[in-house]
């Protein structure tokens, strides 16, 4: 159980595209999804929350007109980055919690591995 | 602003030692605390969760918590290969706040 999916699992597009990454959970409801980075030898920094049916909640210095998101549904997320240049090329990684289990550990996605050429 | 710390390593133990991982958080109040494993180029997966003092055993893994020390460990036993990976701490904060924040991790090598 509590199986998070993402999609696509590595997208290669160049710089002032924009790319659109997935993230569902299939066998639960997840009121709030959870958007990392992570670059390579660094840890996981969290992006923004993403709240259903309201807007998402960016971290200090993430521009969220570049990172756009969409949670319309209980059980899929979206993350769309826009004009994409070089320097976003990174693991994007989603995350979910089970509404019906509490502050539960989060169930990770396979994560998007992003280049911008 | 809410810090996890960890060693970055990288640590190295011969197969079949015990690897112990050590992590430290900023936030008293932090109530619910998570070991993940996460191997090169892919997602992070979830190894224990650990909400009250004390340890938390699950076949070869223990988690032990120390919240007057602010103190989380996890001890691997009989170390195996393929536990070479990095392990990252993560906690949750106090105060309603979903977040998971994660430590930088440690890189575990077991050489066999």
């Known amino acids: 159980g509590a199986v998070v999916s993402q999609h696509p699992s590595r997208v290669i597009c160049k710089s002032g595209t924009s790319v659109k990454i997935e993230c569902r959970s299939l066998?639960?409801?997840?009121?709030?999804m959870f958007w990392y980075r992570q670059f390579p030898k660094q840890s996981l920094m969290l992006m923004a929350t993403?709240?259903?049916?309201?807007?998402?909640?960016?971290e200090q210095g993430v521009e969220k007109d570049k990172f756009l998101i969409n949670h319309a549904s209980l059980t899929l997320s979206t993350l769309t980055v826009t004009s994409a240049h070089p320097e976003d090329s990174s693991f994007y990684i989603c995350?979910?919690?089970?509404?019906?289990?509490?502050?539960?550990?989060?169930?990770f996605g396979n994560g998007t591995r992003l280049t911008v050429t | 602003q809410k810090e996890v710390e960890q060693n970055s390593g990288p640590l190295s133990v011969p197969e079949g030692a015990i690897a112990s991982l050590n992590c430290t958080y900023s936030?008293?109040?932090?109530?619910?605390f998570f070991w993940y494993r996460q191997y090169s180029g892919k997602s992070p997966e979830l190894i224990m969760s650990?909400?009250?003092?004390g340890d938390k055993e699950d076949g070869r893994f223990t988690a032990q918590l120390n919240k007057a020390s602010q103190y989380v460990s996890l001890l691997i036993r009989d170390s195996q290969p393929s536990d070479s990976a990095t392990y990252l701490c993560?906690?949750?904060?106090?105060?309603?706040?979903?977040?998971?924040?994660f430590g930088k991790g440690t890189k575990l090598t077991v050489n066999p």
């Open positions: 066998d639960f409801q997840a009121t709030t």
């Open positions: 936030d008293r109040g932090s109530q619910s």
């Open positions: 993560a906690v949750i904060g106090q105060g309603g706040s979903e977040k998971l924040v």
């Open positions: 650990i909400y009250s003092n």
């Open positions: 995350s979910a919690r089970d509404r019906d289990r509490g502050l539960s550990p989060l169930h």
């Open positions: 993403s709240n259903e049916g309201s807007k998402a909640t960016y």
